[in-house]
């Protein structure tokens, strides 16, 4: 019998109870808080007895918690999970950061499967009532690092709309950054372009220079996103790795490099090149990229046109086949070739012309950002 529904497209990549240290204190070796499995498993142990202590309808002070994990250097935000993925807005605030805030950066109480139906229910929910004060708390500490980049519902405008082919609107944080109470770190100080402020926590705090933080961010990352030419000279002049903390790499979507990219900044990454490898350049490069509902609409096309040919395929020992794409900048297939030919040619021709109909690609993208015209493939097998 044919086996083999298509498989894939080939697309490039890549002890005890503690808290987060807070900018300025460095972190094992990546200085990255995230690679310590010990203080993740803390983290997590925290959560799960907060949420235990609220399901039982313990009274708590949000305000006193908030104040302590503050003290303890833990500024993640209550949030709640959905179906679509993590909210802050139940509790009233929102981060700008790129995507959803990721699962180690708050501090999930509860799951929500309607968030519109949740919002309903307002404070008349223990746990909402909860999560909004201790938000409001933790985000009115003076010790809070990132009130500029998380704010209240309240104090936040309209959300730019961010589009792959569009120019970026400000996707890190706020376009605006006036009316901040000033912190005392190399992120606030890169993000408010504050060479003065940087270069006294360079000399404090030399190693902290790539340390990311909760966000997964270096400075020189910060720097970038708010494009502020001078303290990102500062970093690299001090030695800040383009490629991010020792942990991360120049792929990674957090690191210096990638941001520089997402904003479009070309005079930034000629700036960062001489700093990194020739392969770490090129891995800035990106393949085409299919689209997953489009490949799925595909894959039935696939499995109907397979069994009318079944009678002529079976005859083949089974086989590993690529349908090879050449795709242009604006994303669209201009060729395809089955590698190698089945024993039909018409299948062949047939299932080429359906994938070009049907496969939808993101354009490939040069070191730069810039969509040029890419190779790409699927593979697939048939046969007994």
């Known amino acids: 019998m044919l086996a083999g529904a298509l498989l894939s497209g080939c697309q490039s990549k ?13 972190v094992a070796q990546c200085g990255d808080f995230r690679a310590r499995p010990a203080i993740l498993a803390a983290m997590r142990d925290k959560d799960l007895h907060l949420r235990r202590r ?3 309808h313990r009274k708590l002070d949000p305000v006193a918690l908030a104040h302590d994990a503050a003290g303890q250097g833990d500024f993640r935000l209550a949030a709640v999970t959905t179906r679509n993925g993590i909210s802050l807005e139940l509790y009233n605030a929102q981060c700008r950061v790129l995507g959803d805030p990721s699962p180690w950066s708050v501090r999930a109480l509860a799951f929500v499967p309607d968030l519109a139906a949740a919002e309903g229910k307002g404070e008349g929910d223990a746990v909402t009532a909860f999560g909004r004060r201790y938000n409001a708390a ?26 792959p082919d569009q120019p970026i609107a400000q996707p890190y944080g706020f376009a605006s950054l006036n009316g901040v109470m000033p912190v005392d770190t190399m992120g606030y100080a890169a993000r408010h372009n504050d060479t003065h402020q940087l270069r006294r926590l360079l000399q404090e705090h030399p190693s902290d220079i790539d340390r990311p933080d909760m966000f997964g961010l270096t400075p020189l990352a910060w720097a970038i996103a708010y494009q502020r030419w001078r303290t990102a000279d500062v970093l690299i002049a001090a030695g800040a790795n383009p490629t991010g903390a020792t942990c991360q790499t120049a792929i990674d979507r957090q690191s210096p490099l ?20 020739d392969e770490q350049f090129a891995y800035l490069r990106q393949n085409p990229r299919y689209d997953d509902g489009s490949l799925a609409d595909f894959n039935r096309a696939f499995a109907e046109i397979r069994s009318r040919y079944d009678p ?26 089955m590698v190698p030919a089945s024993n039909s040619p018409a299948f062949d021709t047939e299932l080429c012309e359906v994938a070009m109909k049907l496969v939808k690609w993101t354009p490939a993208r040069d070191a730069f950002a810039t969509t040029v015209p890419g190779d790409a493939k699927l593979v697939f097998g048939i046969g007994k």
């Open 14 to 26: 890549a002890d005890g109870v503690e808290a987060p240290a807070p900018e300025g204190q460095g």
């Open 54 to 56: 609220l399901s039982e």
């Open 138 to 163: 933790l985000m009115a500490d003076p010790r809070y690092p990132y009130r500029d980049i998380c704010r209240p519902i309240a104090d936040v405008g309209p959300e730019p709309e961010i589009k």
């Open 258 to 277: 990638q941001v520089a990219r997402l904003m479009r900044w070309s005079d930034m990454i000629l700036r960062l090149k001489p700093y990194v490898s």
């Open 312 to 337: 002529v395929l079976r005859k083949l020992p089974f086989s590993r086949h690529e349908l090879d794409f050449a795709i242009d900048a604006q994303g669209k297939s201009t060729s395809c070739q």
